[in-house]
């Protein structure tokens, strides 16, 4: 498995998203005995170990958190990834004291709040920071570096950033895979539950009860507000609604008959591994694809922050270049 962590990095990095980190996040970390007091030493301004430490676990939880396990192997290259993130956003939070950016307190204040309520009360809030050792106003420190490297970069990088017509068209033609729709159903369904353990005896009954509501369904009756009272489906209380999907997403038997019907047709009873169904469509979309101008806006998007990508990352490499860098890992 291949990770492109320079690509998260970057991503992180334009939005200045790594600046505070979750408190709960935080107090997982541990301290391994004898390690050096600080990762890095950037301009003479130094990244401690017990930051460096906090860093890393939120990273991990991240990447996890989109369904990423970091193989065993590139552990290391996990540890550097994000020194050298820490180490971009010092050298641009150096750049913005240089160029005099300033912080609306308030604002910081909202934030500061905002984290606190997170707890429910103060007791809380101070037990994680003791949890941490942290204080109330490194924290804040935290969230006045945050806004400050935002600032900045919106108004050194973002703010120059434009996406022109043609680039736009050039994309849209250069990958017409991105913008084919696929054939959608938006469905309900009722579920009377049945499985192969049961008897005959027992499948008819489940079969008959479905039957009873198929004949009340069919008379006029809504089928959400029957499906709410009688579904076996934890959808139930969403009156059955699926939501839309596509093909492969349900099982075969239940599937064929659900894109086989049209908008606001009933199905007859369904039979498959998990009981037995009525299926109503809602809509059925036929596969298509996404025109220029409505697919637009999302490719203008698209363009747009991987331009702030390249540009954050060029811009780092070269405050890196200028810079007096020690660093401190084992």
């Known amino acids: 498995m291949t990770l492109n962590y320079k690509r ?6 334009a939005l200045a998203g790594l600046l505070t980190m979750p408190l709960s996040a935080v107090a997982e970390q541990k301290e391994n005995a004898g390690s050096p007091a600080h990762v890095a030493i ?34 290391d290259q996990v540890r550097t990834e994000v020194l050298n993130q820490m180490i971009g956003r010092e050298l641009i939070f150096q750049q913005t004291q240089k160029s005099g950016i300033e912080v609306d307190s308030v604002q910081v204040d909202s934030e500061l709040t905002a984290i606190k ?3 429910g009360d103060p007791e809380a809030f101070q037990a994680a920071l003791n949890k941490m050792n942290m204080t109330e106003g490194k924290l804040k420190a935290q969230i006045v570096e945050r806004t400050a490297i935002r600032s900045f970069i919106e108004k050194e ?21 991105y913008f084919k729709r696929p054939e959608e159903v938006h469905a309900q369904h009722i579920l009377i539950k049945s499985n192969k353990e049961d008897d005959e005896k027992k499948k008819e009954a489940s079969r008959q009860e479905l039957m009873k509501i198929k004949k009340r369904i069919d008379a006029g009756e809504d089928f ?4 709410k009272a009688h579904s076996q489906c934890p959808s139930a209380q969403n009156g059955g609604d699926l939501g839309s999907f596509g093909r492969g997403k349900m099982v075969p038997a239940f599937e064929e008959v659900a894109f086989g019907l049209k908008a606001d047709e009933v199905s007859d009873i369904v039979e498959t591994q998990f009981g037995y169904h009525l299926i109503k469509v809602l809509e059925h979309r036929q596969a298509s694809t996404v025109d220029l101008e409505e697919a637009r806006p999302r490719i203008v ?30």
């Not at 998260?8 to 990095?13: D, E, F, G, K, P």
């Not at 930051?51 to 065993?72: F, S, T, W």
């Not at 698209?302 to 084992?330: C, D």
């Open 157 to 177: 990088i973002v703010s120059k950033i434009q996406v022109s017509d043609e680039e736009a068209n050039t994309f849209y033609k250069d990958n017409p895979n």
């Open 8 to 13: 998260y990095a970057a991503v992180i990095l």
């Open 224 to 227: 959400g507000e029957l499906a």
């Open 117 to 119: 309520e997170r707890f």
């Open 42 to 75: 950037v301009n003479g301004e130094t990244i401690s170990n017990q930051d460096y430490q906090a860093e890393l676990v939120l990273y991990k939880q991240r990447l996890q958190a989109q369904g990423m396990q970091i193989p065993e192997d590139l552990q």
């Open 301 to 330: 998007a698209n363009l747009r922050n991987q331009k702030i990508q390249s540009e954050v990352n060029t811009y780092v490499e070269k405050l890196r270049g200028e810079a007096k860098i020690e660093t401190f890992l084992k």
